[in-house]
């Protein structure tokens, strides 16, 4: 069966940086497209990064993490990667991976609707 582990999610001071990991089992991983999101308090799950199954530079953003998030890819691992920079306290939220198939070659999805898979989470939290 199809597994999605995040994991290097914790609390940080708001300026720093975290580097969360999702391992993936189950699946033919370079397939996949692959994507993050996050849900906050009160809020609704909200996309961050998504990356197409062969990486590169064929990643998407959303506008309020551009610049400071970078996902990647390791398909020989099995693992997408989200890097997180210049942590604000609006960042604090629960992180997702996600897994979509097919993967276009060259294509990112943002729509969590489009993805088939979903692990339990990562908790994110930065202090002022």
């Known amino acids: 069966q199809v597994q999605l582990v995040e994991s290097g999610g914790g609390l940080v001071q708001a300026g720093g940086s975290l580097r969360l990991s999702c391992a993936a089992s189950?699946?033919?991983?370079?397939?996949?497209?692959m994507g993050w999101f996050r849900q906050a308090p009160g809020k609704e799950r909200e996309f961050v990064a998504a990356?197409?199954?062969?990486?590169?530079?064929?990643?998407g953003y959303a506008d309020s993490v551009k610049g400071r998030f970078t996902i990647s890819r390791d398909n020989a691992k099995n693992t997408v990667y989200l890097q997180m920079n210049s942590l604000k306290p609006e960042d604090t939220a629960v992180y997702s991976c996600?897994?979509?198939?097919?993967?276009?070659?060259?294509?990112?999805?943002?729509?969590?609707?489009?993805?088939?898979?979903w692990g339990q989470g990562t908790q994110v939290t930065v202090s002022s």
């Open positions: 990356i197409s199954r062969n990486g590169g530079g064929n990643t």
């Open positions: 189950g699946l033919t991983f370079s397939s996949y497209a």
């Open positions: 996600a897994a979509k198939y097919p993967g276009g070659t060259f294509y990112y999805y943002t729509l969590q609707d489009t993805y088939e898979f």
